[in-house]
């Protein structure tokens, strides 16, 4: 069973390579077998052009069984714990549209794409965890997706008013498209490093967010390989 873990940088997910380094065998580079599963990772770059190009490549050679994307994100949930993972829902692609004097109006709203039109579910990109095979114990939550971090009063409140989202990253929306488009079932894990707020760096917690992630990861991985080393044996 082929397993893709994406993440945007190395630093990211750098405690999983360490496990995988240490509990599985290296096939090659980025390819480690652990019990039935064969683990690709995939370092795709910060940002959405970056990841899919990077899945592009890697979806037009290779076709995961699942496929999960671990990252850091910021929050719009002052009453979520920094440090705490959640499992991505839907996204919506924030900051890809026109501006009309003050306005922002997306793609949607200027009639450039069509509610619905493949693979979007309305205006997002939904994983509905159907084909995920395991239950995902997470909380579940509504991302953004941007190109320009977010730091300022009416930012936020613009993404506020028009999304209602949970999370912020600058990579997930990519990751649902491809992994829709490719009909491979997905999970977007994102540890939340810090408020989405007026820019304060000295505020993030970055270690603590990768920390919680990888723990996350690695159980997630576990956890399937157990699932399909049993699946294989009861076959
Ligand atoms: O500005 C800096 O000095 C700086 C240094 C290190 C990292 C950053 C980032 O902005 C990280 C971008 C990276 O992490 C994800 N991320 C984390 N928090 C957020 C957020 O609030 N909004 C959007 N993306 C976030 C993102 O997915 C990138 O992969 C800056």
Redesign the pocket.
Known sequence: MKILVTA??TL?IQPFLHFLEHNSQRVSNHKYRLSVCEIDVLIAG??MMHTAYSLGRYLSLHTPHVAIQA?????FRKDWPLGSVVAIEKEYLADLGAEDNDQFKDLFDINLWQPDQTPFTGISLVNNFCAWPLPVELPAATGVS?NL??GSAPTIARLEAKYQPEV?????AAFHYACLEQNIPFLQLRSL??Y?EI?D?SK?Q?PQAVKSLNETLTHTVQQLAEHYSVAIKNF
């Open positions: 945007a940088t990211e910060i940002g990252g850091i994100g910021g929050t941007v971090v977010s912020e990253s600058m990579e997930g490093s810090n989405v820019r760096k993030w970055i």
